[in-house]
């Protein structure tokens, strides 16, 4: 037994992450620079008044920064850079697999083509794999403010990368666009053989929950947190194991908690939930993965024998195969002995 102090033992305990956008981790100093060769103009004109532009009172105020933010993501390369900033970035943090989001839509929608996307982040991934040995997968999110037309097209345009891309997702402004929007196009997403997750939960209501379950039939909750709030759909939740992708340091970010001492993640664990942590838009909401469960850990005073626990869920809820999985699981518990 090392005995090593808690901030180390998050720091190397092999970790997975499960709720990623892409697009979320973009650093102020890649957007300039990134700007800059493309000419394309920012809003703001200095690294730091772009930072002091990260204050949210909710989602949307969010997701107007983010969506202008890629905005200035114009060539393969530039995806290329984006993902492979995020990779060697989590390399650091022992994260030896991720499942990240892209969005397409806020890209093919300012007519960047579809395959300029795919590519730069595919391109990315694979090295990440072959030299930095992070596994990953990749998942489509439509945006659910956009219509079903869209969500569709996208749908279409995805297909002949069908090899590249595990599953759907999806994401954006969440009260109002109820996952039933997207019930054919999830349905005929399925029927090609894709995954499927939904963010349900965050700020919507409860309801939501149940209709990416019952309407998209989706085998994994992004956020979820107002499960809560409904007794039936948590014993349903925790019964079928059906894994929630928490992010606790977005959701102090967004409002959704007010303060990380009252994030439930620990409360959802006691009541039986698959929960996970994440860290969704890392570049906006001040932190890795390493930060978010160093976040909950102060916050909640979390025990080793706790954070062994959730990062064994982040393997169990991930995509990767039985057998990867048991070997997964099997390092961090030997993780856990020997510190
Ligand atoms: O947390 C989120 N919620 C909804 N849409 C998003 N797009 C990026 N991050 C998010
Ligand atoms: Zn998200």
Not at 5 to 27: C, D, N, Q, W, Y
Not at 47 to 55: F, G, P, Q
Not at 201 to 208: K, Q, S, V, W
Request: with cysteine.
């Amino acid at each position: 037994m090392n005995n090593i102090s808690i901030e180390k033992f998050i720091e190397e305990i092999p970790k997975a992450e499960l709720h990623l956008h892409i697009e979320g981790t973009f650093e102020p100093e890649l957007l300039f620079e990134i700007a800059k060769r493309n000419n394309k103009k920012i809003k703001y004109s200095t690294i730091a008044d772009l930072k002091n532009a990260y204050r949210f009172n909710n989602l949307q105020e969010f997701l107007d920064i983010y969506y202008a933010g890629a905005n200035v993501l114009i060539e393969e390369k530039d995806f290329y850079d984006l993902t492979w900033a995020y990779l060697i970035k989590i390399h650091t943090q022992n994260v030896v697999h991720t499942e990240i989001f892209f969005d397409p839509q806020t890209h093919t929608d300012r007519g960047i083509p579809f395959n300029t996307v795919i590519k730069g982040i595919y391109r990315a991934l694979e090295d990440g794999k072959n030299k930095l040995g992070i596994t990953y997968k990749l998942i489509l999110s439509f945006l659910r403010h956009l219509d079903e037309a869209s969500a569709f097209n996208t749908l279409k345009e995805a297909l002949p990368y069908k090899k590249w891309i595990s599953g759907v997702g999806l994401d954006s402004s969440e009260v109002g666009n109820p996952p039933s929007k997207f019930e054919r196009v999830f349905a005929k997403a399925k029927e090609e053989g894709f995954l499927t997750v939904a963010h349900a939960g965050e700020e919507g209501p409860a309801e939501y929950i149940w209709e990416a379950l019952d309407i998209l039939k989706v085998t994994r909750i992004d956020h979820g947190n107002r499960c809560l709030e409904d007794d039936k759909l948590v014993q349903h939740l925790a019964k079928l194991k059906i894994p929630l992708t928490l992010c606790p340091l977005s959701n102090l970010e967004l409002k959704v908690v007010s303060d990380l001492k009252d994030h439930p993640i620990i409360k959802m664990m006691d009541k039986g939930l698959l929960v996970t942590v994440n860290s969704d838009d890392p570049a906006y909401f001040g932190g890795y993965m390493n930060e978010n469960y160093l976040g909950i850990t102060k916050a909640l005073d979390l025990s080793k024998k706790q954070i062994t626990e959730l990062v064994k869920n982040s393997f169990k809820a991930s995509w990767l195969t039985s057998k990867e999985k048991e070997e997964k699981i099997l390092q961090v518990e030997e993780y856990f002995k020997k510190n």
